[in-house]
């Protein structure tokens, strides 16, 4: 079979068109069927970029592959070989593309110019473009690759896309990842970036509109980041704004001063949770004080709502250095149950957490102190550890 004439490397606006069907056959998964055509506009899957979609005929375009030239397109529902039928690429989805991958080539070939880092591998996807580059760039470093691709957006410069000849191929310096000789097509943006590649590109860098880096992370000893360009940029702009105006409406504050407020409410509510754990101590502590004493009964147990873990520790220790027997906190009573803290120094307490774990309590630690969770409501612990050993 004769290699599939590609449209989109003679026009890349060109989404309407006619072909002939050469085969139909039905595919792997039911209900597809793999249709070749002489000559298409569709965009097959290569280079980390998804297909393009769109219809043939009825036919809706599920996905397009490309082997040895020949590019086959998955559709959903059957065409007539030797028939002809007209072809339609959904044109947004092709031009959001065009956008994200342009961006992508701009902003890689600045990096590698101001910082020798190499984009190593690159996905786009329907909804996020991540490239990953071969070293580290700080956020000043990922600012100053951003600000330099959106002045070259400014400047509207020519995107040239060519197959140039072998010998004058050998005397070109591109970006490439692999070692080509033969039909290597060049993407160049004229003081930007040239870079072998075979996906649809932006007629001009104007056209990208803006290019904006969402998140940065370390990635094998290089770094990864997710980019936003376009539409895509513009939308995830509209998202932020209309986050920071309910924040700022939340906080009355102005959406310049947002995360000022957010860090003055932090601190705030930091010093509201101390001041209820001084507040709480002093009610168990009063509690404590008015508990039956030692020798009338051995246990001491009380029970509060929203004690700290260290309020809880504290006041078991001073308990048992009163109480002989078991000396525990009790903090919750909502649907979570109680969480507690139970120790005794005459008492082992790895002994009881047994017994307890029989009654369904979940606890563990070690023979002076355990800790847990438990669902049964202040009857049934009592009851619990009431039937300790040694209680
Ligand atoms: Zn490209």
Redesign the pocket.
Same mark, same amino acid.
């Given at each position: 079979m004769e290699k599939t004439e590609e449209i989109y490397y003679e026009d890349v606006h060109q989404t309407d068109f006619t072909a002939a069907v050469l085969s139909c056959v039905p595919g792997p998964a039911s209900g597809t069927y793999r249709a070749v055509l002489n000559r298409t506009a569709f965009f097959p899957e290569q280079?980390g970029?998804n297909a393009d979609r769109g219809t043939l005929g009825d036919a809706r375009v599920l996905d397009v592959h490309i082997r040895d030239g020949i590019i086959t397109h998955t559709i959903d529902r059957p065409l007539v070989p030797g028939e002809s039928v007209r072809g339609s690429v959904d044109w947004e989805r092709r031009f959001d593309f065009m956008q994200q &991958?342009?961006g992508? &080539?701009m902003f890689s070939g600045i990096a590698c110019r101001l910082f020798h880092v190499n984009n190593v591998g690159f996905h786009l996807g329907e909804t996020e473009t991540q490239v990953d580059f071969d070293g580290a760039l700080t956020a000043e470093d990922v600012s100053r690759i951003e600000e330099e691709v959106n002045r070259a957006v400014w400047r509207d410069i020519p995107v040239k896309c060519w197959f140039p000849p072998e010998d004058l191929l050998k005397t070109l310096k591109y970006r490439s990842k692999l070692d080509l000789t033969e039909g290597v097509r060049i993407?160049s943006i004229p003081g930007v970036d040239d870079?072998a /590649? /075979?996906?649809? &590109?932006a007629d001009s860098t104007g056209q990208v509109g803006i290019l904006k880096v969402l998140d940065r992370i370390s990635y094998k000893g290089g770094v990864r980041l997710h980019l936003a360009c376009g539409g895509r940029a513009l939308r995830d702009y509209g998202g932020k704004q209309e986050r920071g105006e309910k924040i700022s409406k939340l906080l009355s504050v102005p959406q310049n001063g947002i995360d000022a407020a957010v860090e003055r409410l932090l601190l705030k509510e930091s010093e509201l949770e101390g001041k209820i754990s001084a507040l709480t101590e002093k009610l168990l502590e009063e509690e404590a004080s008015a508990l039956p004493a030692p020798e009338v009964s051995p246990d001491a147990l009380l029970f509060t709502e929203g004690a700290d873990q260290n309020t809880m520790r504290r006041l078991v220790n001073r308990l048992m250095e009163r109480y002989p027997g078991y000396s525990a906190v009790f903090s919750g009573g909502g649907p979570d149950g109680y969480r507690f803290i139970l120790g005794s120094l005459r008492q082992d307490c790895m002994a009881a957490a047994a017994v307890l774990r029989k009654k369904g309590f979940r606890c563990g630690g070690e023979s002076r102190l355990i800790q847990g969770g438990t669902r049964s409501d202040e009857a049934g612990i009592r009851e619990a550890v009431a039937s300790l050993p040694g209680a």
């Open positions: 280079g970029q &991958h342009t992508e &080539h993407v870079c /590649c /075979c996906a649809p &590109h």
